[in-house]
């Protein structure tokens, strides 16, 4: 899934599979193209870190996160084309800042502002392919995550030869990331990654664009991929795997400040336009039994927001799977 994300950039932007010599390329035209990808990255991202905040003290697994992320210059189709679009020397510069992240109250994180280092590493240092590399780029966002852990902060320095020192907070671990190109959502445990082409990034209200986001959080945060590999991905598990995501929507939204019934919403939306509502299809329950399923679960999470300011989904959320199902028992000592 990782490669595509870049190298499908590159082909959405009008640089096609026979790029044109870059002297006759409209630059304005791709910078204005991986603006619009940036566009959605900076709402992608803004989201998932609100989510990711918001429901920190029920989340399995916390890190420690700035709220940044990387581009590289690499990972385009066409590297030179995509430095010269942006007006860069090197490959690395900012995507995005999450809104309210540490990154983005520094002030020092504007998109496509040149990085030179991170925590002493320049990672334009570090080897590459040509073209459509996006190994680098992981290694980058892997070296800050570790940089974070070990460290509890990161001096990051810019091509100005500025550096900006940032302290991370901790968020639920989940990646978000953004496809250039296809229309799905999918979550595999560590990352959420959701295709440009998805219906909801055309709902111009937040709390239903996040929605989706949380459906595909939940995912992660209730360790469904491990729970199906520890027990097999039939049918009827996807299935209930999948009335779990959807019905902890709302719980989600709300520990994040979005009012829980933009889940009902997001559903009815999206559902009534792009899911058949076929009972036969395989891992969902059509469109209108979900949206019924979620709105049960925005009556409790109402009632529990008035009562605690919460909505405790580790101890008042129903499971629908064992989520210890499949693990090995451990020895009585
Ligand atoms: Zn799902």
Known sequence: MRPSAFAALALAAPLGAQPAP??????????????????AD????????????????????LVPSIGLQLQDMASYGAPAVARKALGLKGDFAVQTAARGSPAALSGAFTRNREITGLDGFD????????ALEWQRLVRAHDHLEATLTEHGGIAIGFADG??????????????????????????DGARVVIGLGFPAFSYSEEPVFAGLVAHEFAHNVLGHDAWLDRNGRQGKHVRRI???ADRLIPWLLANAGYDPQAAETFMTRWGSKHDSG???????????????????????????????????????FRREIDPQGGLARTPKP
């Open 123 to 130: 990672p334009n240092q570090w080897p590459a392919q040509k």
């Open 162 to 187: 500025t550096t900006a020192q940032i302290a991370p907070v901790q968020v639920c671990a989940s990646r978000f990331e953004l496809m250039g190109q296809g229309d799905k959502a999918v979550a």
């Open 242 to 244: 999948e009335r779990e």
């Open 278 to 316: 076929l009972r036969l299809r395989i891992g969902h329950d059509g469109w209108d039994e979900r949206a019924a399923a979620i709105a049960i679960e925005v009556v409790q999470v109402k009632a529990l927001m008035a009562r605690e300011g919460k909505a405790d989904w580790r101890a008042h």
């Open 22 to 39: 870059p002297a006759q390329l409209d630059y304005p035209a791709e910078r204005a193209a991986i603006g619009r990808y940036q566009d």
């Open 42 to 61: 900076q709402r992608l991202q803004d989201v998932g870190w609100t989510l990711a905040k918001g429901n920190v003290p029920f989340c399995p697994k």
